[in-house]
């Protein structure tokens, strides 16, 4: 009797060992900042170029701080007046695309 409540406390044991084992080599990623930029374009521009270039989806917040996201992939674009401070957060931290990469590059150049 106390050798098979003994046994079962030890399985469980051995079976929350190899769990937590297995939690801590899988990677959560969680999202990571990427890109920071800042630019002087307008914040509408901005926005509208961000949002066809990354293919975004509706922009929330307000004009001062707005933020968007697609698939793995959130736009943050704060205003402060003088210029536009932009960040880039994927999952995991993963890197652009050299898609995502070139429109990023042609609307911090847009005027």
Request: aromatic share 4%.
């Amino acid at each position: 009797m106390i050798v098979r409540r003994y046994g079962v406390f030890a399985a469980l044991l051995l079976i929350l060992v190899a769990v937590a084992g297995v939690a801590t080599v899988v990677s959560r990623g969680g999202e990571r900042l990427v890109v920071r930029a800042t630019s002087k374009v307008s914040s509408e521009t901005l926005r509208d170029c961000l949002a066809s270039g990354l293919g975004l989806g509706a922009w929330q917040g307000d004009t001062h701080v707005m933020r968007a996201s697609a698939f793995g992939l959130r736009v943050a674009v704060a205003d402060n007046g003088h210029e536009r401070r932009i960040g880039l957060f994927t999952a995991g931290g993963r890197a652009l695309s050299s898609g995502q990469s070139s429109a990023l590059q042609s609307c911090l150049a847009a005027n």
